[in-house]
């Protein structure tokens, strides 16, 4: 089975809960990140990305400045705006865009290569760092802007210029004699190269992936040669302690049974696996991917959709480790593991794949940006206590208020570029055999290509405040169709009604199949109320703890609504949540529950003492976690105590 996701330009968001997100891409989002590249944002940290390009192009004199991997951040940005101009067509944007490809176009080399961090500091150091370098993770962000610049505008100047980057990877890189037989210290131009071929039909861009991931773990590895070398000096001092998990290069992938190593890294490598399986019938790298997927969701994922335990090296650490007050859980790692999911989706036609891309989306991506969309999370913890947010300490990493940007950006135009792309994760379709897939809730308008022919699609809903969604289908095939709903796993009481007559209960991999023969409305409806949840004893961190769940939502309390010393209060279960609508953050429901908090004033004893703290009866607020922090600097906890 391979599916795909319908073409940004044929879908059209119109949506209660995403519009005020999607929106901010193109009116917000996009325009202040342009202004924090070009080093305009007061107070914040320096970008230099674009001056580093303008340096590498001979406009400016100058030295490199930023991470190894700076030339991302105008990649992801670039990528952003071609997914927003598909949809919102904007000739001021554009003509900005145009002008920073032009800038790319002037910084690339003579035989094609790109990177401003080689090409002004080390030059005579190309491909000799795959471990640290991140030349090729670099390469897969640029080659993934070309494309979806060029869908979203036809225009072919950046995609040329990555191509011409992509041969002369193909022409260093590979199994023969006379090649480079490495791969990259950090996953994406797998991706790239893969998205490259997709629009060129170039097979060479193809068998290069496929070889960078075939590569992997094989043999002697090649980081730790590249790190045994007498001359090599490290450019990141944490990878003093450097061993081939960090890099999922420590076996085959093929072999590879738990997730291991830097989050980001490893979900964008499995993004990669997955469309490789699909694109060459793998049957091996699909139960690799199916294998590590488990790994993840079943054992390395928090409630929230974050992975990436360990603040230190960003990485996943054992099954079940899971700790709230200091985990890292980057905002990029869970947009690979929704893109993870996405891919899974396509070449099993399973559901439950997106459950999870679901709840990524919805909690830790969209936590990661403020709704006015100038600040931004790096580090999604599922506890604060601003005052032990501190330097020096096992919560340096974590923030209690969103920031304008980081030195390090990779996760706020990573957002954009998820934000501007939200269609992708709606639909999906089997053009040769009829069958459209409805994957995500979301009020828009689509058309869709199915056996030969347009059918139109009318989705409206108000989704995830109310679980219901009327979809009208217009221009059926006249030898019918099959639409696919999916049935959330937190779903009750599921029923469609086609033309208000109760379609039949045909369900598969987690959808209701209907068959469609005539246009027609159909009616879908389920409950999904809030209630309590537990973690799997093994979770330490949230033994005797539980938290609350709304659809896809995962909900936390504040101090701004519930005073301080969050952890003092403990939720009885037994009693009833309430559900009731507020104009917070937008519009949007709030739960409300009771419970006991510890008299703190009852408190005879010094530091410790051998008297029982007292309780007093209380009330609680829980709000939507993806907006906390909107409302000032606080506590949050998302895993409350359960009362006795």
Not at 51 to 69: D, S
Request: proline content about 4%; hydrophobic content about 35%; aromatic content about 12%.
């Amino acid at each position: 089975m391979r599916l795909h996701s319908l073409d940004l330009k044929q879908i059209s968001i119109r949506d209660a809960f995403w519009s005020k997100h999607v929106d901010l891409v193109r009116n917000t989002i996009i325009p202040y990140q342009w202004e924090a590249m070009n080093d305009r944002i007061e107070d914040a940290e320096s970008s230099h990305c674009l001056e580093n390009f303008r340096i590498a192009a001979g406009r400016t004199k100058g030295e490199f400045y930023g991470a190894v991997f700076q030339d991302t951040d105008v990649a992801k940005w670039l990528e952003a705006v071609g997914f927003s101009l598909a949809c919102y067509p904007d000739e001021q944007l554009e003509k900005t865009a145009d002008e920073v490809i032009d800038l790319i176009a002037e910084a690339q080399c003579e035989d094609g290569y790109i990177n401003t961090y080689f090409t002004i500091k080390a030059p005579d150091k190309r491909w000799s760092d795959l471990c640290e370098g991140h030349e090729l993770y670099t390469a897969g962000h640029l080659m993934e802007a070309a494309v979806a610049y060029y869908q979203g505008t036809g225009k072919r100047k950046f995609l040329d210029c990555m191509c011409r980057f992509a041969d002369l990877i193909a022409d260093t890189f590979g199994t023969e004699e006379g090649k480079l037989h490495g791969y990259p210290g950090h996953e994406e131009v797998e991706i790239g190269l893969i998205k490259l071929y997709g629009v060129t039909g170039v097979r060479k861009y193809l068998d290069l992936a496929k070889y960078f991931v075939d590569a992997r773990g094989a043999g002697e590895n090649y980081f730790m040669k590249e790190l045994s070398r007498p001359d090599y000096k490290m450019i990141f001092p944490e990878f003093a302690d450097y061993t081939p998990e960090y890099s999922q290069s420590h076996r085959p992938v093929r072999e590879q049974t738990t997730a291991e190593g830097h989050a980001v890294r490893a979900v964008y490598l499995y993004c990669a696996m997955a469309d490789l399986a699909g694109a060459y019938d793998d049957e091996g790298l699909k139960t690799a991917c199916e294998r590590l997927w488990n790994n993840i969701v079943e054992k390395r994922m928090y409630i929230t959709g974050g992975i990436g335990s360990s603040g230190i090296l960003e990485r996943f650490t054992t099954d079940y480790d899971l700790p709230n007050e200091y985990n890292y859980s980057e905002s990029c790692a869970s947009i690979g593991l929704a893109l993870f999911g996405l891919r899974m989706n396509r070449i099993t036609g399973k559901s439950s794949y997106m459950d999870v891309a679901e709840r990524a989306l919805y909690n830790t991506m969209l936590a990661g940006v403020a709704l006015d969309g100038k600040s931004f999370f790096y580090v999604n913890p599922l506890e604060v206590w601003p005052p032990a947010c501190m330097d020096g300490t096992s919560k340096k990493h974590v923030k209690s208020v969103r920031q304008k940007w980081f030195g390090v950006a990779c996760c706020p135009p990573n957002i954009a570029r998820t934000l501007a792309s939200l269609g992708q994760y709606i639909y999906a379709a089997d053009e040769e055999n009829g069958r459209l897939y409805v994957n995500l809730f979301v009020s828009n308008e689509a058309e869709a290509g199915l056996k030969g022919h347009v059918v139109k699609v009318q989705t409206e809903t108000k989704f995830p405040w109310e679980n219901r969604l009327k979809i009208k289908l217009t221009d059926v095939p006249e030898d019918g169709m099959e639409l696919m709903l999916r049935i959330p796993d937190y779903a009750k009481n599921y029923t469609v009604l086609c033309d208000g007559k109760t379609a039949g209960i045909r369900q598969e991999s987690g959808y209701q199949k209907v068959d469609v023969t005539k246009d027609c409305e159909l009616l879908v409806s389920f409950e999904a109320p809030a209630h309590y949840v537990y973690a799997n004893p093994q979770v330490r961190a949230d033994a005797g703890k539980t938290a609350i769940v709304r659809g896809p939502l995962v909900y936390c309390m504040e101090e701004c609504d519930n005073g301080a010393n969050l952890p003092a209060v403990s939720a009885d279960t037994e009693a009833d949540l309430t559900e009731e609508k507020s104009d917070l953050f937008g519009g949007c429901i709030v739960v409300k529950g009771s419970g006991k908090r510890i008299c703190e004033d009852s408190w005879q004893g010094g530091l410790y003492g051998d008297v029982k703290p007292q309780y007093e009866d209380t009330h609680f607020t829980a709000v939507p976690y993806a907006y906390w922090n909107n409302r000032g600097e606080g506590e949050m906890l998302v895993w409350m105590r359960t009362q006795k």
